[in-house]
């Protein structure tokens, strides 16, 4: 087997998965984590590891499977999420976390609609309010869930001004000032409805077609306007329309939500500055150029 994954690891694992490992192969995504697909006797998984990771990042990536989980159970669509075997620290400083593989399967238009609609009923299922759920991860960066009362309220407070924080040496004054105009805004921009369940880094990286089904991973999870979720599959592209269209049938978004996307990737769009530079402050300034322009 592959001496890439740290020895120190490897005794937990076993442990974990009963048996042996017989063969790992790294696979992509791995970023920020080392990622790898496991085969043993008692079929194949995936291990996520980091030393000296970000303080609990896999407990909340499992507690965000677990909570996307018990939602997509309220409301069967067929949406999947690999099940969660472990995590935890292992000697040398390393974090894990080890979780179900799912089979790759074909991006047909069926699957494409289907997708569609397991976000259209995740997206219905009742929570509570906006945020009030454990504090997470956008990527590198720590994400804070504390309750408000409305979308927008939660929107500036708990994304957009802590990444305004973080990206000030990359800010100008006029990139300050469109913030603060932007935020005197929000309550006229988004629209009222009730919160929904997001994934929350809901880009086409995180999106999986699988033998069996639509997959969602590595989510950034908590309570906030449906939005986010459609406007993050537009950010990178990669998302065919058919999934929009079947999405749209199913739960029809408010009118004029794509008029609304660069509002919400603004928060990943900040996310990106403060994770890797500069590089993406032309495409902040333009999404904001375009809101204020409405």
Not at 111 to 117: H, N, S, T, W
Request: net charge negative; glycine share 10%; aromatic share 10%.
């Amino acid at each position: 087997m592959s001496r890439s994954i740290a020895p120190s690891l490897l005794p937990l694992l076993e442990q974990h998965l009963g048996g042996p490992i017989l063969e790992s192969t790294p696979l992509s995504g791995g970023d920020i984590n080392h990622v790898y697909r496991l085969r043993t006797g008692r079929g194949d998984f995936v291990l996520k590891a980091k030393r000296r990771a970000l303080p609990h990042v896999f407990f909340a990536e499992a507690q965000g499977l677990g909570l996307l989980r018990r939602a997509t159970s309220r409301r069967p669509a067929g949406l999947l999420m690999p099940e969660v075997l472990a995590h935890g620290d292992a000697p040398g400083g390393w974090q894990y976390l080890l979780q179900g593989y799912l089979p790759p399967g074909d991006e047909t238009p069926q699957a494409q609609e289907a997708l569609g609609r397991g976000l259209a009923a995740l997206h219905s299922v009742p929570v509570p309010g906006f945020g009030d759920t454990a504090d997470n991860y956008f990527g590198a960066l720590p994400q804070f869930n504390p309750p408000f009362q409305n979308a927008a309220d939660f929107f500036w407070n708990a994304r957009l001004r802590p990444q305004l924080r973080l990206a000030q040496e990359h800010l100008s004054e006029d990139d300050t000032d469109n913030f603060e105009a932007l935020h005197q805004r929000l309550p006229r921009l988004i629209p009222t409805g009730p919160p929904s369940l997001v994934h929350g880094d809901l880009w086409h990286g995180n999106l999986l077609y699988t033998a069996a089904g639509p997959a969602l991973i590595d989510p950034a999870a908590t309570h906030s306007h449906r939005e986010v979720d459609l406007a993050a599959m537009r950010l990178f592209g990669g998302v065919a329309e058919r999934v929009f269209d079947a999405y749209a049938e199913a739960f029809p978004p408010a009118p004029g939500w794509q008029e609304r996307t660069d509002l919400w990737n603004l928060y990943p769009l900040l996310c990106h500055v403060n994770m890797f530079g500069s590089g993406y402050l032309g495409r902040t300034r333009a999404a904001l150029k375009t809101i204020l322009d409405l």
